[in-house]
């Protein structure tokens, strides 16, 4: 069984910074694309950052340049620097091995493109 426990989510004020954790445990397959999305009550899930097995990483245009992820050791850590209150959500971690060869693109996957999901941390950001 894939578990994925994020970490790190938290109130803070614009233009300052977070940093979130995925530990997943439990996954087999040496490739992979894991990441993050967010969702906004009321509003679709969205891509945010993506990293894969190869350690390529793709964003979000709304992302590009303020958030960076990483990975290392079965962890996945997204930085998340000058803070805006429209990055105010949940955000979900999520691994999926199929993704590795079908695009691991920030921009362009859904939440019925991952197969293995974290609970989600709130992340709030005040102006």
């Known amino acids: 069984q894939v578990l994925l426990l994020e970490n790190g989510g938290g109130s803070v004020q614009s233009g300052e910074s977070l940093t979130l954790s995925c530990a997943v445990s439990?996954?087999?397959?040496?490739?992979?694309?894991m990441g993050w999305f967010r969702q906004v009550p009321g509003k679709e899930l969205e891509g945010v950052a993506l990293i894969d097995s190869d350690g390529r990483t793709t964003y979000a245009d709304f992302v590009k340049g303020r958030f960076t992820i990483s990975q290392a050791n079965a962890k996945n850590t997204l930085q998340m620097n000058n803070l805006k209150p429209e990055d105010t959500a949940i955000y979900y971690c999520?691994?999926?091995?199929?993704?590795?060869?079908?695009?691991?693109?920030?921009?362009?996957?859904?939440?019925?493109?991952?197969?293995?999901w974290g609970q989600g941390t709130q992340v709030t950001v005040s102006s």
């Open positions: 999520a691994i999926d091995q199929a993704r590795y060869s079908l695009g691991c693109v920030a921009r362009y996957v859904s939440r019925r493109d991952f197969g293995d």
């Open positions: 439990g996954y087999t397959f040496s490739r992979y694309c």
